[in-house]
């Protein structure tokens, strides 16, 4: 077990130091000045321009400027905003919000998505499992941004069951309808996973066996069926804590929720480069961590799978 | 690929499980069939010897053309694809006459779905506004499957240090989501200043390649194990030459089908990107770009914001069920049940 954690973890340092040298090589290396950009465009006296680009160490060739940036993530700075404030600050103000975000939309996923999934994939063909297939292709095609839209005006502002934007401090109450938006296109994705593992496994052999036995049909579903049904669901669910925290741009910029997602829009907005690379490694570190977390799940899931 | 054979085709007659003299035989030798008064019927006497043997693709057409689903989709991807290349056929007025003396009014004569916030019809925007969507998700998928297919099929096929690149590449990719990659790269001033149907098109296909690598890669190593990969090796084939004519062919089918869906993706990434302002720009007539425009007016007039995003809606629908009735038509198992 142990040596398996570990094993994986140095699996996953080239994953992280490969995504975040992409996105840094994007951000700063591609044809365009960024300090041009950083003016505005307007003109900008060469004294600054050279100050500027000493402080961010854009003189320097790029595997340096890169190696730089590693030093400084390593030492969590992670430079400073337009406005002068610390981006590791920011980013820790910002965090909790996007995370508690996250985590009730992968909730609102897990829980709906499993139980749906299971009832239709129990009743293959029935009306329920057709209704819940069209459901899910309905909202799969219609874009958050759009559903997002409509929930807010109809649930908080027609009906004024939730308030329509997140105040200040986002609370628990306020994230709901944010996250049952941002959680409703994965919930779709576990809904037809969960069913089509379940329609596969329901008819193995030892489900048969335990049926046999005498075991009582909840037992069967719930102890048999669904639990080896459930590593597509688990591995999909890991991924998509990482798209959640990323696809969270959309969804915080409807309801307002001073969130990683908005600070990442308002960064791109501005061209604070040094903002867009941090926000981005951290994203990337959740995904990764998420996948090593999926991971040491299977064994628990299916003791088949050992660990080494 | 209708020549070479698939399992799927030899499998019901082989496991018979007894084995009469004359009973069982291939269609070219004379055989002896007892009358039913002198056998007792047995299942293997439904299958008939005379037809000829059908293709995986035949099969699957068989059960689809009968499905309603496929039918519906089909005929509205159809009618989408005929609006994206004939606007003119669909719609009368010029989606870009728009007069500020008519904004947000309601349905007239030849105005069936009245005016935005800008005084334009609505009607003829939707309508030409199929273009850029229909674009942007055929171009998309297009060059994913040229690049991820290539690479996931040799990677597969070949295996060794290649595989091994492909696999660390993808898995870094994977780690940046769709849009966020997407938002990332189009915020780049070589893009942001050159904003097109193109540089959408290369965005998204830079983040969808990898997925589609991984599927194709999947399907090639289901599909060089077969016995037809070794026969076709042994009779002294190349070892490219059988990629290209055995291998690829018999791995298509999840290939097609996550290129379907990934096309309905493509149309909802391209349409979130334009609604953040990364997209397509202004001057393109998108759904993305006027359901971005229509915000503004959702709490007085959702009307305006519902058409394009029905559109939209109607369209990617239409492009997902198609790929969900391909992948339960060339799937046997699920066709029985």
């Known amino acids: 077990m142990i040596t398996f954690t570990l094993k994986r973890i140095l699996q996953l340092i080239p994953v992280f130091f490969g995504a975040t040298l992409l996105v840094y090589f994007l951000v700063f290396a591609t044809p365009g000045d960024p300090i041009a950009a950083l003016s505005g465009g307007k003109p900008m006296s060469p004294a600054v321009a050279d100050a500027l680009r000493a402080q961010y160490n854009l003189d320097q060739p790029f595997w340096v400027q890169y190696f730089l940036y590693l030093k400084n993530l390593v030492s969590f700075d992670l430079g400073q905003t337009f406005s002068g404030q610390q981006v590791s600050d920011v980013i820790a103000r910002a965090m909790p919000v996007t995370a508690r975000l996250a985590v009730m939309a992968l909730a609102i996923e897990a829980v709906f998505g499993v139980i749906f999934g299971v009832f239709a994939g129990l009743k293959k063909g029935k009306l329920f499992d057709s209704t819940v297939l069209v459901a899910s292709l309905l909202v799969i095609a219609v874009p958050t941004f759009v559903l997002g839209f409509v929930l807010q005006f109809v649930v908080g502002v027609k009906l004024s069951w939730a308030k329509p934007t997140v105040s200040s401090g986002a609370p628990w109450g306020d994230l709901i309808l944010p996250a049952v938006v941002l959680g409703l296109v994965s919930l779709a994705y576990v809904i037809r996973l969960t069913r089509t593992s379940i329609i596969e496994n329901k008819s193995a052999d030892y489900v048969r066996t335990a049926t046999a036995k005498g075991l009582s049909r909840r037992r069967v579903v719930v102890v048999h069926i669904l639990r080896n049904s459930l590593i597509p669901v688990v591995t999909f669910l890991g991924a998509d804590l990482g798209s959640l925290m990323g696809g969270a741009i959309v969804t915080e910029g409807i309801f307002n929720v001073p969130g990683i997602g908005n600070l990442l829009y308002q960064a791109i907005l501005k061209g604070e480069s040094a903002t867009v690379v941090a926000v981005v490694s951290v994203l990337v570190l959740v995904f990764v961590i998420a996948n090593l977390v999926v991971d040491l799940l299977y064994a628990w899931l299916d003791p088949r799978i050992r660990l080494v | ?337």
């Open chain 2, 1 to 337: 690929m209708s020549e070479n054979p698939t399992p799927e085709i030899i499998e019901p007659v082989a496991p018979a499980p007894k084995v009469r003299a004359g009973k069982i035989s291939s269609r070219h030798i004379e055989h002896y069939v007892a009358p039913l008064a002198e056998t007792p019927l047995q299942s293997v006497d439904k299958v008939d010897e005379t037809a000829e043997p059908l293709s995986m693709w035949a099969q699957a057409w068989r059960s689809l053309r009968i499905q309603p689903l496929f039918i519906i989709s089909a005929l509205l991807i159809i009618l989408v694809i005929l609006v994206a290349v004939f606007p003119g056929l669909f719609a009368k007025a010029d989606p870009t006459f728009c007069k500020l003396d008519f904004a947000r009014q309601g349905p007239s004569a030849g105005h069936p779905l009245g005016y935005t916030f800008q005084g334009c019809d609505i009607y003829a925007r939707v309508i030409y506004g199929a273009k850029a969507s229909v674009l942007v998700g055929l171009f998309t998928t297009i060059a994913v499957l040229i690049v991820g297919g290539t690479f996931g099929a040799l990677a597969g096929y070949y295996g060794g240090w290649l595989d091994a690149v492909l696999a660390r590449i993808t898995d870094i990719f994977f780690a940046l989501p769709l849009i966020l990659g997407a938002i990332i790269i189009m915020q780049l001033p070589a893009f942001r200043e050159n904003k097109s149907i193109w540089t959408v098109i290369i965005t998204l296909a830079i983040f969808g390649w990898p997925q589609m690598a991984r599927i194709t890669r999947g399907a090639v190593i289901e599909a060089k194990s077969a016995d037809y990969v070794m026969a076709s090796r042994s009779l002294g084939l190349s070892k490219f030459k059988t990629l290209v004519k055995h291998v690829v062919p018999n791995s298509l089918a999840p290939i097609i089908v996550i290129a379907t869906i990934s096309l309905g993706i493509y149309i909802v990434a391209e349409a979130t990107l334009s609604f953040l302002g990364l997209g397509l720009p202004p001057s393109i007539m998108s759904w993305g770009n006027d359901i971005a425009n229509a915000q503004i007016s959702l709490r007085n007039n959702p009307a305006i914001l519902m058409w394009p995003a029905l559109a939209l809606s109607v369209t990617v629908l239409s492009f997902i069920m198609l790929g969900d009735a391909v992948r339960d038509a060339l799937d046997p198992k699920s066709r029985k049940g």
